[in-house]
């Protein structure tokens, strides 16, 4: 079975700093990766994805993940990070086949940005 | 830019009652599905639904729970009788090429 794990629950940083959040994943064959961005009171905002191709994908907002699979890590990066950027992100992975778009989803990990 | 609706925004029902979450996908979108997410937890997958019929649901989604496209444009998630432990943020989705846009959910609240 797929699996996430998001290491960091809550992680804090200066605005204009650089932000990476983690992601770990589990999964047989070749993942689809998904990171998404929850505001509170929100829904769920697709900010990039892997399918295959570059494992350097870039997304809206200025972000971007690097897919490594000899660490099954999809891990999320913004080299300036702006207030308006505190938000809730949530690392996916999604199946295939018969499971088609079914996402798993990791616990998700808090940003809070200071001025 | 189309976008996955989804009403009511919030739902306050009492433990036993039938309710009913209301979803318009994206038009052309073929693939539909309900997550929910209790608070403070991760968003968890309940049902996929796909040329009228569940493709895959998880365990969670017992027999309390039903899907159906009524029409050509509505998707609903019904719960015949809810339990408190049913309150949860529930997102609708769909899916096209494997993006799958996200409705902004509805608060179901048991009491």
């Known amino acids: 079975a797929q699996s996430v794990t998001q290491p960091d629950i809550h992680i804090t940083v200066s605005e204009g700093a650089s932000l990476e959040l983690r992601c770990n994943y589990s999964y047989g064959a070749t993942p689809y990766l998904f990171w998404y961005v929850q505001s509170p009171g929100q829904g769920l905002q697709l900010l990039l994805k892997y399918f295959s191709g570059d494992t350097l994908v870039q997304g809206i907002k200025g972000f971007e993940a690097e897919f490594k699979r000899s660490q099954s890590s999809f891990n999320l990066r913004k080299p300036s990070v702006h207030w308006s950027d505190a938000a809730e992100y949530f690392c996916?992975?999604?199946?295939?086949?018969?499971?088609?778009?079914?996402?798993?989803f990791g616990q998700g990990t808090i940003l809070t940005v200071h001025p | 830019e189309p976008e996955v609706t989804q009403t009511p925004s919030h739902q306050v029902t009492q433990m036993g009652q039938e309710v009913i979450l209301r979803c318009v996908p994206i038009?052309?979108?073929?693939?539909f599905y309900w997550y929910r997410q209790i608070l403070g937890q991760k968003v968890e997958f309940l049902v996929s639904f796909y040329n009228n019929e569940i493709s895959e649901k998880s365990e969670i989604f017992d027999d309390q729970f039903s899907v159906e496209r009524p029409d050509g444009s509505n998707f609903t998630l019904k719960i015949r009788s809810t339990k408190l432990e049913d309150s949860a943020m529930y997102f609708c989705?769909?899916?096209?090429?494997?993006?799958?846009?996200f409705g902004p959910g509805t608060r179901l609240t048991v009491t």
């Open positions: 989705a769909s899916n096209s090429y494997y993006e799958q846009y």
């Open positions: 996916a992975v999604g199946a295939g086949g018969t499971s088609y778009g079914k996402l798993t």
């Open positions: 038009s052309n979108h073929l693939y």
